[in-house]
Nanobody
Framework: QVHLVESGGGLVQPGGSLRLSCAAS????????MAWYRQTPGKERELVAS???????NYADSAKGRFTISRDNAKNTVYLQMNSLTPEDTADYYC??????????WGQGTQVTVST
């Protein structure tokens, strides 16, 4: 089992920045990928950014150049730095990790609202 707790969401003005954090605990040693997803009402959850244990990253087109996924191994935490936010980035953001032979785990989500 892996337990994930997100934090860092909130209200921000367009053009602003937020950093989301996701602290992992439990069976974290076999995690081979970490990711951030987001979801808005009536839409499917979509991948925003992913990070493999080897260091390679992948970003949704909407996130490229604005968002950065990173991890702090000492703190067992993965981050999503979000810059130049727009109202279209408003969503619930979810941290997720994948453990081979165990499956995908999800955090409870953190809400991001970009508005004046």
């Amino acid at each position: 089992q892996v337990h994930l707790v997100e934090s860092g969401g909130g209200l921000v003005q367009p053009g602003g920045s937020l950093r989301l954090s996701c602290a992992a605990s439990g069976n974290i040693f076999n995690i081979n990928s970490m990711a951030w997803y987001r979801q808005t009402p009536g839409k499917e959850r979509e991948l925003v950014a992913s990070l493999l244990v080897g260091g390679s990253t992948n970003y949704a087109d909407s996130a490229k150049g604005r968002f950065t996924i990173s991890r702090d191994n000492a703190k067992n935490t993965v981050y999503l730095q979000m810059n130049s936010l727009t109202p279209e980035d408003t969503a619930d953001y979810y941290c997720s990790v994948y453990v081979p032979r165990a499956g995908r785990y999800w955090g409870q989500g953190t809400q991001v609202t970009v508005s004046t």
